[in-house]
């Protein structure tokens, strides 16, 4: 005769049965499965546990889960994606402070530009082109020519512009030796020190591989973007760099480099701090100006400035002082352009210069009324202050 335990019961008091249906059946059968009945309790939350393999998929609904019995410790790491959470159930409420880094922002975040005429908007000395090597083109922003023959000529052009904007600058390249750059020297202060700064450039270019954007990240040179594709559409172009403590300060330079022959259009330019570039935001048009004439200004018109007035002899100096509109970066360089309207006295002259304003004057030529002013809109004086 053969017995076996029930397969399917591990309590203590095991219970046999027959395994062939010849076998006897003993009264001692319904003595032993009651007492192991008797040791297992089937009420609410009682019980040996169930195994996993015991639940089929699918049976427990959260209608079954109190609320509050599922605590970290019972979730697997990574368990949950995103997937499984429910589009806007996390508020701001769910998120410690200063928990969202930069890097988690997304490219529409609104951020502080710290270029200064990143739209291209504002051409103080015309319109172009410029072709000369450190020549300034839109405020700001000026040429580094490469070697060997290379060639860049610079304008402001308003058919090949990005949706929104009014301008862009044209960059018509011939490539010598190397590269030529179109770039900004950014004014940030001692705070560029071991900060991570992103810079973004929207670009319009008809061959590949040939128009990319760079930032300088101090002692070790300059950190590349992306290429532009080629497919003759504006594309935002970006690159980032963590500024070493060596930088040398106080100015960040970024641009892009034209590493081919063509003609390339930029626009919206935006420099951020942190590791995600940002959406070009243009600041309001007077705040646009008072950054350039920090760095730029020129006093133009025919009759404007005057020197005016009355000299008793010959070789006096006759002038006055004047403000500029905006205080400069440092103290500019004054030029004054053209050849003015001269009466008993020889051309103008600038000096004492400073950050607030420069002297205009003239020398008598003899005793009498002196008098000197332009006498063509494009002639005048203007200051330089490019730290």
Known sequence: MARTNAVNYTGVNQFPRADA???????????????????HDHSSGKGLPLPAGAIPNGTITSAMIADGTIVAADIQDGAITSAKILDGTIATADHADASVTNAKLGTDTARLNLLTNGGFEIWQRGNGPFTAHTAYTADRWFILLGSGGSALSVSRDAANIPSG???????????????????????????????????????????????????????????????????????????????????????????????????????????????????????????????????????????????????????????????????KAVVPTITKVGTWVATNCGQPSAGSASGSGYQLYVASSGAGQVQSQPNSPSNGVTAESNP
């Open 21 to 39: 249906a010849t076998d006897l059946f003993k009264k001692e059968d319904v003595q032993v499965l009651a007492l192991a009945v008797d040791n």
């Open 165 to 327: 904007g009014r301008y862009a600058a044209a960059l018509t390249h011939t490539l010598g030796g190397s590269a030529a750059l179109y770039m900004q020297n950014a004014e940030v202060g001692k705070a560029a020190f071991s900060r991570t700064y992103s810079f973004s450039i929207m670009v319009l270019a008809a061959a590949a591989n040939a128009i990319r954007p760079w930032i300088a990240n101090g002692a070790s040179g300059k950190v590349y973007g992306a290429y532009h594709t080629g497919n003759n559409t504006f594309q935002t172009l970006t690159a980032s760099s963590a500024i070493s403590g060596g930088f040398p300060g106080p100015n960040l330079d970024m641009g892009v480099e034209l590493a081919a022959s063509g003609t390339f259009y930029v626009s919206n330019a935006m420099l951020v701090m942190g590791s995600v570039a940002a959406d070009y935001a243009p600041l309001h048009p007077a705040d646009d100006l008072a950054r350039c004439l920090r760095y730029y200004e020129g006093h133009f018109g025919t009759g404007y400035p005057t020197i005016l007035g009355v000299a008793t002899a010959a070789s006096q100096n006759i002038g006055y002082g004047v403000g500029f509109a905006a205080q």
